[in-house]
């Protein structure tokens, strides 16, 4: 590690953001792209057994490093947590010491004693979520009739109806169309080890979590599950067969080449498990290509397994490439080229299911993934189009104005931007009882925003149109008594805020305006003795947490990202660039254990390896000039 203070400052700062950008450099692929494991909980790993075991495929060596990887990860509460340093989750822990049990770890093995007295110290698996309690059914341990039920024949409803599966975030409707033959066929694979001790009372015996968005229709839907039940095992033959048959194409259409649904692991599993049970045999190509997609999610080290819930090669292309231009590489550097000719070529130029309610907008974003065709996202595309212009592509290339159209295609009625579709802000959706988890719409937010304002200003879209207008009255209405703005997919307020800054600063905002200086005091008064910054994921939960937390590599660096764009003499910054500085490793890199990305908050936290490498480096090169 190295250290500096004063005059020296600048040099050391440029000295470190060189060093940070060959420690990129070194970790490119040869095609141009970088890809750093996104990591999140046991859940994943787990799940992966649960599928395994179901439909027959368990190997041993699954089990036993998939058992590796779940004992090595076990916290000293004795329950498995939802992100680094958490507390053991309830849903996570139930999870992972059932996938314990089925890869031959016995009950009374002290792991396993602890994990449940973890359970039952948390109420017992029947107040697990959702998911949790499903894959139980799957796997013959918990009773159907005490998960709620759904008809197929919704896939059925056109587009704009109050439950249509398009009135769902795109993460959430890629499980919830396969879930609908799951939860009428209610398949089960039987399987050996019991659970009973892990409940408090008899599987399904009691309620299971509220939705997590509940409103006037939520009392409603619970009483039509009998009802649901009722209809499932009596469906009107006719339109039953339309139904699944429409969800049989539906899912077969959304197959990517790699294997996957929407790049990502609870669409993937369900569709398996629905195709299968609709008479899809294990050899079909389709499902064999969905069971050899995994291989690319797998994490294999050391003897344990480990599966990623969704790869980010793009999102760590286009920043790690942002992050080698703030370095003060050149445009025609090998690793620039490589990765600008990689990601023009990841552009996805076919319609999805962005379209189906705006009926606006022609094909022209990219995905986070290597293959997601139907699902690009606004987040991914603008800071993709922000380093190709960086990296010296023409505003005028068929690409980027695809892009730029596209963009302002997606901006939602308020003014905001969400990450997949347009105007996803149903709150009838949320009150369906399978919703206790995570977040199933998709509404315009700020840090979303933020990088869309920014991406159209570096494509050339004025300051004065009317999408921009827009999208700065929804940053100031947004913003936080305290300043501050919140982060939908970073932790928390200062990911949000360290991004909304650099935006309204793009977009010719007076940066000495008092609402913009709020910002700004706002990240000064949070920086930390030691001169960085960091947040506890724990504010998504309490506002007065928000950006209190120890210094981190990524959070030190949205915040200097944030302030060097509004006031750049501001005095909170030489600190943090000291900071980042001295905590440089002398690979080039920074050391981060904690997770500062966000999947849904609170319920499913990430920690992108490469967020600790490529947010520093942008930082220090902009300091250093």
């Not at 031959?104 to 110290?121: S, T, Y």
């Not at 009926?359 to 699902?375: K, L």
Request: proline share 7%; net charge negative; aromatic share 10%.
């Amino acid at each position: 590690m190295t250290s500096a203070t004063g005059t020296d400052l600048q040099a050391a700062a440029r000295m470190a953001a060189v060093r940070g950008a060959a420690h990129l450099r070194d970790l490119q692929d040869p095609e141009g792209f970088w890809w750093g494991e996104l990591e999140s909980n046991a859940s994943i790993t787990a799940e992966q057994l649960f599928l395994l075991e179901a439909l027959g495929l368990a190997s041993a060596d699954d089990r036993r490093e998939i058992a590796a990887e779940l004992l090595a990860t076990q916290s000293d509460d004795g329950g498995w947590p939802v992100w680094f340093g958490g507390e053991g989750d309830l849903s996570v822990t139930v999870e992972a010491w059932y996938a314990l049990r089925l890869a031959g770890v016995p009950a009374d093995a002290e792991p396993m004693r602890r994990a449940r007295d973890r359970i039952l110290a948390l109420g017992g698996a029947n107040k697990a979520r959702f998911f949790t309690r499903l894959w139980l059914a799957v796997l013959g341990k918990y009773p159907w009739e005490a998960l709620p039920a759904a008809p197929p024949e919704l896939i059925l409803l056109p587009p704009r109806a109050p439950l249509s599966v398009y009135r769902f975030a795109s993460w959430a409707r890629g499980t919830f169309v396969p879930m609908l033959v799951v939860l009428s066929r209610n398949p089960t694979f039987p399987q050996q080890p019991a659970v009973e001790e892990i409940f408090a009372e008899a599987p399904g015996s009691v309620a299971g979590p509220a939705p997590r968005s509940p409103g006037r229709l939520t009392h409603l839907m619970g009483r039509l599950m009998p009802v649901a039940r009722l209809y499932n095992r009596h469906p009107i033959g006719a339109v039953r067969r339309a139904a699944e048959r429409r969800i049989r194409a539906w899912i077969l259409d959304r197959q990517e080449v790699d294997g996957s649904w929407a790049g990502i692991q609870p669409p993937w599993v369900y569709s398996i498990i629905a195709l299968h049970v609709m008479g899809m045999p294990m050899d079909h190509p389709v499902i064999v290509r969905a069971l050899d997609g995994f291989s690319t999610f797998a994490r294999r080290r050391e003897g344990r397994l480990r599966i990623q819930s969704c790869i980010s090669p793009v999102w760590d292309t286009c920043l790690a490439a942002i992050a080698l231009h703030d370095s003060g590489t050149a445009d025609d550097d090998d690793a620039v080229e490589r990765a600008r000719t990689w990601l023009m070529a990841r552009e996805i130029t076919r319609e999805g299911d962005w379209r189906r309610i705006p009926r606006r907008g022609e094909a022209g974003g990219w995905a986070f993934e290597f293959h997601n065709e139907w699902y690009p996202d606004t987040d991914d595309t603008a800071e993709v189009l922000i380093s190709l212009i960086r990296s010296g592509v023409s505003r005028d290339d068929g690409a980027i104005r695809r892009g730029v159209d596209w963009l302002l295609a997606m901006q939602c009625a308020g003014g905001g931007w969400g990450a997949f579709d347009v105007d996803n802000t149903s709150s009838l959706v949320g009150q369906f009882p399978v919703c206790d988890f995570g977040e199933v719409i998709d509404p315009p937010t700020e840090d979303v925003t933020a990088h869309v304002l920014e991406a159209l200003m570096a494509c050339g879209v004025p300051p004065g149109h009317p999408a921009v207008r827009a999208g700065v009255a929804y940053l100031r209405a947004t913003q936080r008594d305290d300043g501050s703005w919140w982060g939908r997919w970073g932790v928390n307020h200062v990911y949000g805020t360290g991004a909304v800054l650099p935006a309204l600063a793009a977009c010719g905002v007076d940066m000495s305006e008092p609402w913009v200086r709020r910002a700004v005091d706002w990240l000064a008064a949070r920086q930390n003795p030691d001169g960085g910054w960091g947040e506890d994921i724990e504010s998504y939960r309490d506002p007065s947490l928000a950006g209190v937390g120890p210094s981190t590599a990524s959070q030190t660096a949205w915040a200097l990202i944030g302030l060097m764009a509004a006031d750049r003499g501001n005095p909170a910054i030489d600190p943090g660039v000291a900071w980042l500085v001295g905590e440089q490793q002398d690979d080039g890199g920074w050391h981060e254990d904690a997770f500062t990305g966000t999947g849904f908050p609170l319920d499913f936290m990430i920690k992108y390896h490469y967020y600790r490498l490529y947010f520093p480096v942008m930082a220090l090169g902009r300091y250093a000039g």
